[in-house]
Structure formats: structure tokens, C-alpha cells
């Protein structure tokens, strides 16, 4: 017999944003619904004049089509729209710096790997660690499971803060990585797959890698990385003052890019010295 279809009993509830000109927001609409999204109907008068705020939804999609007469350079003026506003800058920041929202973006591009995994063999099963929220509304296949950690969130400043326990950021993180730690412990997975930031939040995933078996029973560390982390400048600080070059280097047996470097070289703009630039 077939296994019974995963519940959903969830419906995030997600803005479909538009502009004037704008044409696919109803096609857009329908085809969230179906996917079991709560949509609604949201133009960017909506947002200046507080009728609607994305306070409200989890999720936010920019519909496409002939947004101000389709003339080079509409995209930048619909952004304009938000930059020249005090008001709604602030709301899409706070909206992209929550933890509640969702995005095409880290948790669905690992489910997705997950969902490839485990199609591609029948022997392969997958424990996904995460922090998001929005992980128990999507439908998760057979043989994939999930353990929920304590969700964090950023000020403006990019600090991060327990989003709903009583706990300060040092328990917070504790509590994360002892999480970890026992779930790679009992899992004992062949490959732990590890997305955007090589020691974890605040470092929490150096205790697991120390704690790791050695080989031959130690499992494969591959770090996961979309192609454009944020400007070249930026990254390279920011991968130097976290020694992430470093943590490639002693632990991982492999980076994998999502993009192509016909594109954006990763490498080469983010300044990978050779002994990292290897493991891509």
C-alpha cells in the first residue's frame, strides 16, 4: 500500500505584491493557493497608506508584468518606491530580518536537497536541524524528518536574540548545540551537510565537529553555499575576522556552490586562498 499523503494543516499566509502595470498577480495568487498558501491581494498603495502591513504574512512574492509601462529601468523605480519611504524601508526590513518568514532561499533549498536525496535511493533518509518556523508547514516526504532548534533572531544591527525563549544569546546557543551535538551523536549520519556559514550561528556547531568520530566512522562535511553571499567586500571581511577559511580547511572534505561560475566565480571574487578554493 502507499503511504498516507503528509498532513498540511497549516496555510502560511503570503503577500502577492504589486505596482501598477503589473499583470500575473492573479495567476501568481492561484497557483500559491494551490501550494496551500493564504494569499492575498496587497499593491504597493496598500502598503504606502497602511491599509495592509507585512507584519501580517510570512511570506511576500513580487509579481512580474508591465510595472510602470515596462520602460527600462521600472524594476529600480519600484524599488525607489520603498527606498524613498521612510515608513515602508523600515517595514521591508523588519519583514526580511524576521525569523517567522520564509523564503525561496536556505530551509527550501535544503529540503529540496533532502527531497533529491532520498528520491534518488531507497536506502537514504535525511534529519534536517533547523531553526526556522516555517519548516513544519511545508510537506515533507518519506524518510525525511526534521528537529526543530530554538529560533534566533537579528536586530538591525545583525545581533542575534532568542525570538521566543526567556533565555539570553550564550543559553540560546548552549541549548542549540547541545541539540546538534546529540542528534549527530544518535543519527550517526554517512554526511552532515552544513548551509551558508561554516561554524553555524555564534559558533555553534564547533562543539559537534570536535566531537565527531574518526575515521573511518567519521561522517563526510560538505558546506553548502549559494554562489552570491552579499558584496565581495563584505564577504571577505567577514570570512577573515570568523576564520571560515580556516574552518574549510580543518574540517570540511567539500564545498558545493549553487550557481556557475561562468556567472560569479566564487572563488575568485571572494578571495578563497588555494587550500580552500580546492575543496569547491
Not at 144 to 157: A, E, G, N, Q, W
Request: with cysteine.
Amino acid at each position: 500500500p502507499l503511504p498516507a499523503p503528509a498532513l498540511n494543516l497549516v496555510r502560511p499566509k503570503v503577500a502577492i505584491l504589486r505596482e501598477q502595470g503589473v499583470n500575473s498577480h492573479v495567476e501568481t495568487a492561484f497557483a500559491f493557493d494551490r501550494a496551500g498558501f493564504d494569499t492575498y491581494d496587497v499593491h504597493m498603495t496598500d502598503l504606502q497608506t497602511g491599509r495592509f502591513d507585512l507584519a501580517d504574512v510570512v511570506g511576500l512574492v513580487a509579481c512580474g508584468g508591465f510595472s510602470y509601462g515596462d520602460t527600462l529601468g521600472a524594476g529600480e523605480g519600484w524599488a525607489r518606491s520603498v527606498l524613498f519611504n521612510e515608513r515602508l524601508t523600515e517595514g521591508f526590513h523588519d519583514f526580511f530580518h524576521r525569523d517567522d518568514t520564509f523564503g525561496l532561499g536556505n530551509i527550501r533549498r535544503m529540503l529540496e536537497v533532502a527531497r533529491h536525496l532520498v528520491q534518488t535511493s531507497p536506502e537514504v533518509s535525511v534529519l534536517v536541524l533547523t531553526g526556522s518556523p516555517a519548516l513544519h508547514a511545508m510537506r515533507i516526504p518519506a524518510r525525511i524528518d526534521y528537529v526543530k532548534l530554538p529560533c534566533l533572531m537579528r536586530d538591525t544591527s545583525g545581533r542575534y536574540s532568542a525570538r521566543s525563549l526567556p533565555l539570553d544569546l550564550q543559553q540560546t546557543v548552549r541549548l542549540r548545540a547541545n541539540l546538534i551535538k546529540s542528534a549527530i551523536a544518535d543519527f550517526e549520519p554517512d554526511v552532515v551537510l552544513v548551509d551558508k556559514k561554516p561554524f553555524g550561528v555564534e559558533d555553534e556547531l564547533a562543539g559537534a565537529f570536535e566531537a565527531l568520530p574518526r575515521s573511518p566512522h567519521r561522517p563526510r562535511l560538505v558546506l553548502l553555499l549559494r554562489d552570491i553571499l552579499d558584496s565581495a567586500e563584505s564577504t571577505r571581511r567577514v570570512w577573515k575576522k570568523n576564520c571560515y577559511f580556516e574552518a574549510i580547511e580543518a574540517y570540511y572534505d567539500e564545498v558545493l556552490v549553487v550557481g556557475s561560475p561562468d556567472i560569479f566565480d566564487l572563488k575568485r571574487e571572494y578571495a578563497f586562498p588555494p587550500f580552500a578554493a580546492a575543496k569547491v
